[in-house]
């Protein structure tokens, strides 16, 4: 400790300041007995703070967030004030500043287990984009889908963290021209840039979730990469929906952004005509102003706004329980690819390049129309603040490797 | 103990005799310190066998069997045979004989932590009943079905145990003659009659499980339905598959058959046309002699054979990896609904009574399209068995209780 040292360890504005405070679960080569351990941590400006050593709790001395999860809403904004005033009251710097170790040094991981991992399909603009280019004669929209968010379940155990390689997927593809499939890699490797909800308090077999009972079950967000093989999906998904086309691997960011730290991004969801059934009639403003940005290779190739979707995420929680399905901690639903209305606001390489036939141009003049390997894929986001400025989702970013040979 | 009881304590040519041994997890309430604790069993005929006491292996002392299972195959194949040694040695008698609890006494749980949960569509009789029924004027089997097993992902969560009450789930439809939707409870609530495979050793992400090391990964085999609202399912699949329709509740018989008690069941799978790809060919024989009885209100109205379905399990898990996704200890998929030619043998209401055009006539004099309130069903298997005869594989049950009311 440097009684010099500022207190609190972030300035104002910075966008993990204290108005964020997401959580995390990391690991630190040198952390004394607990060397490479996995721990609970809250991003602290360019720190991570150590929070099982600083809050008397036994919940924290976890591998996962798992517990935490669990424990509901008065617990986890009694642990987020009680976090704030360890980094506020320069009474507590001296016992709080040796837990605090610099984020460039730490390994992150997953922060919690996955339960059940449910996709929607909830921006319009994406909906009518793929509508419009696989179906260029018909209505864009299919019947059900101003009636109710379309979801799909995905698979839970190949959620991974930020950071992992993702390995080229080989499987069934039918390759143009021909009537039947092919074995190899898949050639049409995309992104789809979302943003997911993670449950903390569950709900029992028999019981749907009331739409204004949101924020007792959801804990908060994550950026979402649900990498996407076209050309595997195309070929496999008639009749039973995306299966190995999407089930190799879907990247999260390692912070997970308490709703709480949401208040100043919180917006009415966009009118919806037909006004849906009453279980999904919107209670409260939970749409969220988060403003998106999609890098390939470190440009910037896209800037979804997540404000604009149709289907909120109190919605899609009310809609996954309807017919009684239970939910549990660590259960994660994302909102589907998030598309804007302009052409510079889509989150997929299928709709920014209109299925191959515009391949994006990047600044060493190469271009693109799905990924390639070696390709580096960057999801981040911002919020308002609740004390002005910008705070950070962090990032979600994954690295193509090549298909291993059969 | 009593000296004069017969050991083993099972006559030869029992359904749960000395050649099945399948694994579950019980409750007693009255077996002493461990009162009311979750506690794995082996069934032997009409008892269950208290394994912890009688093996002396930590891995056994749990409420579920995730750590045996994930042990793998040689752990496998010694506890089966430790546990027969136990079960024929009249040395053990007195040892063992006390761990021995009638079957009618314990309560049956979910034996096993659902990781991921597959589903997959491996009937060719039930995918042609299912596209005769929607697109009567099309092809039976959309373009992609003998290339590969179609499958999807369900919802973990909501797989229970046989027993556990089924309500009938409310959600989204579209009353016939209506444009739009209605909220309410499902008027076409089905049963699905499907062999599930229970993965033990997990493979990492990126790499594929070859067809061949099928009986490395999976311990073995439960029976499950499928419980289907196919009103629900109807107006939300478009485009990503099943969602509500299915998750409200997946059942699953609580004994465990290992594969090895099935060896006297393997035949070869029915000839494919085309030849498979590479990645899909059979190397063994993974077929399973099975005969299940779907049974409504204790009437059997279908008797599905699983040894004509067109994709075997080995099959299965290497498509499900062929990506590269990851398996957990605890994975479970399942074959899809067992339909047979005849019209007696098909495995769900919709081919029975082909979309409701044919009501079932029950005993009663009463007639069934879909569920009613109150409707009780049960599934249940033989196989041959190693030792002559047939072995049971218990079975799986449920009953309709009315919607809750919104």
């Known amino acids: 400790m440097n009684a010099f040292d500022p207190w609190p360890p972030v300035p104002d504005g910075h966008p993990f300041g204290l108005a964020n405070l997401p959580f995390g679960v990391f690991s630190h080569s040198s952390a004394g007995a607990g060397a490479g351990a996995r721990r609970i941590g809250v991003a602290v400006g360019e720190q991570v703070l150590d929070v099982a050593p600083v809050l008397d709790d036994a919940v924290f001395a976890a591998p996962t967030l798992d517990r935490f999860l669990a424990r509901g ?29 610099p984020r460039s040094e730490v ?42 968010p379309v979801g799909y379940h995905g698979r839970a155990g190949t959620v991974v963290v930020s950071g992992t390689p993702v390995v080229r997927p080989c499987g069934q593809r039918r390759p143009p021209g021909s009537d039947g499939p092919a074995y190899g890699p898949s050639a049409r490797l995309d992104v789809e840039a979302e943003i997911a909800f993670v449950v903390g308090v569950g709900s029992p077999l028999g019981e749907p979730v009331p739409i204004d009972a949101f924020a007792e079950h959801v804990f ?25 086309g999407k089930s190799f691997a879907t990247s999260i960011s390692p912070w997970v952004v308490p709703l709480e730290a949401l208040a100043a991004a919180r917006v009415d969801g966009p009118a919806q005509d037909p006004a849906p059934l009453p279980y999904l009639r919107r209670r409260e403003a939970w749409g969220l102003d988060l403003e998106i940005e999609v890098a390939l290779d470190g440009e910037v ?12 995420a109190d919605q899609m929680l009310a809609h996954l329980t309807v017919n009684g399905a239970s939910t549990r901690p660590g259960d994660l639903f994302a909102s589907g690819t998030v598309s804007g209305p302009e052409p510079g606001q889509r989150g997929s390489l299928i709709e920014l390049t209109w299925n191959g036939a515009e391949p994006l141009t990047l600044p060493d003049g190469s271009t693109r129309t799905f990924l390639e390997d070696g ?4 999801i981040s986001a911002t919020a308002p603040s609740a004390t002005g400025g910008l705070l950070s989702l962090g990032d979600v970013t994954g690295t193509i490797h090549p298909a291993h040979p059969a």
Request: glycine content about 4%; overall charge negative.
């Open 73 to 101: 809403r008065a617990t986890w904004s009694e642990t987020r004030a009680r976090i704030t005033e360890l980094l506020t009251d320069a009474h507590y710097q001296g016992a709080v500043s040796a837990h605090l170790l």
């Open 375 to 378: 390709d580096r894929v960057t």
């Open 301 to 312: 190739v896209s800037r979804p706004p997540f404000a604009t979707m149709y289907w909120t």
């Open 220 to 244: 908060g967000v994550v950026l979402l990469n649900d990498w996407s093989a076209r050309d595997i999906q195309a070929w496999e998904y008639q009749p039973l929906g995306p299966f190995l």
């Open 107 to 148: 390994t992150l991981h997953l922060p919690f287990t996955v339960a059940d991992y449910v996709d929607f399909y909830c921006s319009l603009d994406h909906a009518s984009n793929v509508g419009r280019i696989f179906r260029p004669d018909a209505e864009p929209l299919l019947p059900n889908w101003r009636h109710l």
